[in-house]
């Protein structure tokens, strides 16, 4: 068996692809919005039916808030499992087309989903109808896990991994999505930072008082400004002693990809940029860099003559790999203790370890061998996404090697107004995927 | 003339007591809240039939929302302009009798503005009535100016006062009100703090961003928290240079009046007063030391996930004699340049200087020496007050010695459910009023 893709098996990835573009088309009309219980029950059936319909062993897993639907089919010296999820983020404001009424114009699809993440699992699914069309048996055993809670949180997504690791089990993971920056390159994605969410609250009075008393009395607002000023100083170095310990990031592998990938800062203005960034710097620091963000403060109402009893801070700090979400917990209370401010409480809000996947592994080589091969240029490959995503409860914690590619392009306006995907980049998708699936296939786990 | 208090003067003063006190309760029925147009307009009629009927020649004087009603009366070696003011807060929560259905049981009268002013408009009133009825000339020159917007912050005073300087020239002035103590003495307060309330705002980014971007852009709450860090340190000391060099308080007279101060502190649980406060130094902290308070603090919807395009606290800071507030505000926009914020706008809100009396002025001896006489005890003599007021508009800024003394008690809830004055302290006040003319009035100019 060939690992590469064939003039014939091409033409039958085109053909599916022509096929399944309508039924994203019908898919993405199905508002499957958290809280839409109609539109969510259709989504489940839509996919329970595609996955059956493939020939998978379906089966719905019960969540918090909607179920996921697990699908297992083909045979193989290697498992992978692929992740997507049917719900999507509801309208939003500034589409000039309708959000659920899908449309072509310009040979592109205009819908909520379409790109997130609809049209992933669609492109998966055309791909396996590409292979039986082009006489091929599925050369690896494939795993579905399509979640209905994504945009909310995954909620459920680490008792469900927890419940179900033995049918989860895989020896490499192709994650939800992807897209084609904005030099037409497809991009690759290798892990994730993680993230560390706390909530940090100082309370020194009963009850709101009189400002006259701050004479007097201790105050909420000043005991939060100096405890934070003692996490970050103005050099935007974190001062919480041991913090970068654990920083491995950037690797020679790391240096390697970074080079060929897109400057995610090119939109940023000088203005907003830190000082001391150049633009050829922006991206590796949005890869590679730790954060610690401040993205809430509170205290007080408003009103001029009070001395508020509470003052509180959101703080989202973004961890690379081997920063351990415990681990800077545990540092950020101790820093805080030895810096005389014990008395500010420190809540627990989200965690997320960072992920990665060696580039050298094998799901990482398939990917921008098979990329190589089916866009003919060199892929962008991100060692690292500068978001946060429950990839780490699937995979990270899991040590699955993940990548992540899909269907999208620069302007698929993911989460945004007139959402979109081109039917040119969903065929190239749907070989994307044979090509990676036969060449994981071929080297064996 | 005797400057003191015959038998024969004492029980016309209880007389008249006896006489304005239901009057009182009727005037206390008015509900003169800013934005209900009825009652203020009640209010002033009543105000103006009061002055009328006393042999005032009365002015109103329009202001920005309510006007102000001026009286004039009597000739004498000494003028004396005494401030009130009609307006009252609203209900507010947490009565148990009707705000302005007012009721007297066991012989104190409840009611929104009982205490703050009416009373003590209606003491004054009822003092001079006790002089006629005693059959004595009224032995100073006498001006009534009663606000109706001290409760919305006197919008308009300074205006008034700066067309009505010639109207409202007088040697001394005696203020809205006062209150016995715990322990039952009579309290005379001889100035205020002053204040300068400050927004500071920092915006760094055009929009809020994604917090990835913390690992490139500006945040607008670290630069805020930095900037305010630079302030004040954890000591307690305002760090801005120059902020304490005009600070003249305590004098040796302000500490002779100290030792005689109830402890305005005794209610503070000793937990929330700052370390190294005794209690026995926390009178002396809230007359004699600035603040530099943090009433707000504000960044972000809450969100986690979010760089917050902006930031801004509000700073309001009590001033002592004699720090001016524009001075202050110099120093304060000079330092934050200094300190490398000079992106942090100060938006101004609110200026008022400190201003006080002399405890050795006329006015402030007259008042220590009838309240001496009247209530038979010892009175505590505020040299400031720690909160704020427009006292400075009447009288500081115009170097007008100024005392504050009235009808209420600690109980007074002056603001608070159950609002409240007693007869007997209503009775010794009319007398107080009477005595403090006396002396003076006895003593020329």
Redesign the interface.
Do not use: F, Y
């Given at each position: 068996m060939s690992a590469g893709l064939t003039i014939g098996l091409r033409r039958a990835c085109d053909r599916a692809a022509g096929r399944w573009f309508p039924r994203l088309q019908e898919f993405c009309a199905v508002r499957s919005v958290a809280g839409d219980a109609e539109g969510m029950a259709r989504a489940v059936s839509t996919v329970q039916a595609w996955l059956t319909e493939a020939g998978a062993r379906v089966v719905l897993l019960p969540s918090v808030r909607a179920p996921a639907v697990y699908g297992e089919l083909g045979e193989g010296p290697v498992t992978v499992l692929f992740y997507n999820h049917y719900d999507v983020v509801d309208e939003g404001p500034g589409w000039t087309l309708p959000a659920f009424a899908p449309r072509v114009r310009g040979k592109a699809l205009y819908a909520r989903g379409a790109a997130d993440n609809k049209g992933n699992l669609a492109a998966r699914l055309a791909a396996l109808e590409a292979m039986r069309d082009a006489g091929l048996t599925l050369p690896a055993r494939l795993k579905f896990l399509v979640e209905g809670e994504e945009e909310v949180g995954s909620p459920g997504l680490a008792g469900l991994v927890a419940r179900h690791g033995r049918l989860l089990a895989a020896d490499c993971c192709v994650w939800e999505g992807g897209y084609r920056d904005a030099r037409g390159r497809p991009t690759i994605r290798l892990g994730m930072?993680g993230l560390l969410?706390v909530e940090l609250r100082c309370r020194?009075?009963?009850a709101d008082?009189?400002?006259?008393?701050?004479?007097?009395?201790?105050?909420a607002?000043?005991r939060?400004?100096?405890a934070?000023?003692g996490l970050?100083g103005?050099d935007e170095r974190v001062s919480v002693p041991g913090f970068y310990d654990a920083v491995t990031v950037p690797t020679a592998d790391d240096l390697e990809c970074l080079a060929g990938v897109e400057d995610e800062?090119a939109g940023?203005?000088p203005a907003?940029?830190?000082p001391g960034?150049g633009p050829r710097?922006?991206t590796r620091?949005?890869l590679f860099?730790p954060?610690?963000?401040?993205?809430?403060?509170?205290?007080?109402?408003?009103?001029?003559?009070?001395?508020?009893a509470e003052?509180s801070?959101?703080l989202?700090i973004?961890l690379v790999p081997d920063q351990d979400p415990a681990e800077v917990e545990r540092l950020l209370r101790g820093h805080l203790a030895a810096d005389?401010f014990g008395d500010v409480e420190v809540a627990l809000?989200?965690a997320a370890r960072p992920c990665r996947t060696p580039p050298r592994s094998p799901v990482a080589r398939a990917a921008r061998e098979a990329a190589r091969e089916v866009y003919g240029v060199e892929p962008a490959v991100y060692p690292l996404s500068?978001?946060?995503g429950p990839l780490h409860v699937v995979c990270g914690d899991r040590g699955l090697p993940a990548v992540a590619f899909g269907v999208g392009h620069d302007g698929s306006s993911t989460h945004g107004p007139d959402e979109n995907i081109r039917l040119e980049d969903f065929r190239q998708g749907v070989a994307m995927v044979v090509c990676t699936l036969l060449k994981l296939a071929s080297w064996g786990r």
């Open positions: 930072k969410r020194c009075l009963g008082a009189h400002s006259k008393m701050a004479a007097v009395k201790k105050s607002a000043w939060l400004v100096w934070l000023a970050k103005r800062g940023v203005p907003e940029l830190l960034i710097e922006v620091r949005l860099s954060t610690l963000n401040v993205s809430a403060l509170r205290a007080g109402a408003g009103g001029g003559t009070v001395m508020p003052a801070a959101t989202d973004r005389g809000q989200a500068p978001g946060s």
